[in-house]
T-cell receptor, first 112, second 114 residues
Framework: AQSVTQLGSHVSVSEGALVLLRCNYS??????LFWYVQYPNQGLQLLLK??????LVKGINGFEAEFKKSETSFHLTKPSAHMSDAAEYFC??????????FGTGTSLTVIP | DSGVTQTPKHLITATGQRVTLRCSPR?????VYWYQQSLDQGLQFLIH???????AKGNILERFSAQQFPDLHSELNLSSLELGDSALYFC?????????????FGPGTRLLVL
């Protein structure tokens, strides 16, 4: 069975500081991993995804994530936080049966 | 704007009632997915349709059903509503069924059951 754990339901960073949002997954087969962002009163928007190939994945808005199989992790990072990054972030895993499993989300606050 | 539309945006109803949520996928997308987002359960996958056929089921209650029509729009029917069904319901679409495809989410329908 697949599952996703996001450590830290709330993360606060100062503007310009590194953003690190943690995601660990459990999967019995090679996973397909995704990060989505949700702004207030909006739907989810894909930030980036890992399917196969390069383990360092670059996404939109300067975000990137690294798939580490040995650690079963897919942490999301951004070198320098911007005020517009304040949102809810969801990590998700998708299995070959086309079922999505989402983490509980991490709310990112950016402090000016 | 993802290109996925959902109606209505808000819905307020009473326990025991039945409602229908509608989703129009992006032009050309054959797959539609439904999700429920609530404070206590988080974001949960409900069901996936591809070109009119059910392809995968998640944590969908028996009181809930969905279908995808020949014009590819989809409806999620929720019946015998309970207070706990209050949530944000999203649909998403993608071109086909590949697990690597990006899903494009609609703005959601906020359901409040009183």
């Amino acid at each position: 069975a697949q599952s996703v754990t996001q450590l830290g339901s709330h993360v606060s960073v100062s503007e310009g500081a590194l953003v690190l949002l943690r995601c660990n997954y459990s999967s019995s087969v090679p996973p397909y991993l995704f990060w989505y962002v949700q702004y207030p009163n909006q739907g989810l928007q894909l930030l980036l995804k890992y399917t196969t190939g390069a383990t360092l994945v670059k996404g939109i808005n300067g975000f990137e994530a690294e798939f580490k199989k040995s650690e079963t992790s897919f942490h999301l990072t951004k070198p320098s936080a911007h005020m517009s990054d304040a949102a809810e972030y969801f990590c998700a895993v998708r299995n070959t049966g086309n079922q999505f499993y989402f983490g509980t989300g991490t709310s990112l606050t950016v402090i000016p | 704007d993802s290109g996925v539309t959902q109606t209505p945006k808000h819905l307020i109803t009473a326990t025991g009632q039945r409602v229908t949520l509608r989703c129009s996928p992006r032009s050309g997308d054959l797959s539609v997915y439904w999700y429920q987002q609530s404070l206590d359960q988080g974001l949960q996958f409900l069901i996936h349709y591809y070109n009119g056929e059910e392809r995968a089921k998640g944590n969908i209650l028996e009181r809930f059903s969905a279908q995808q029509f020949p014009d590819l729009h989809s409806e999620l029917n929720l019946s015998s509503l309970e207070l706990g069904d209050s949530a944000l319901y999203f649909c998403a679409s993608s071109p086909r069924t590949s697990v690597s495809e990006t899903q494009y989410f609609g703005p959601g329908t906020r359901l409040l059951v009183l």
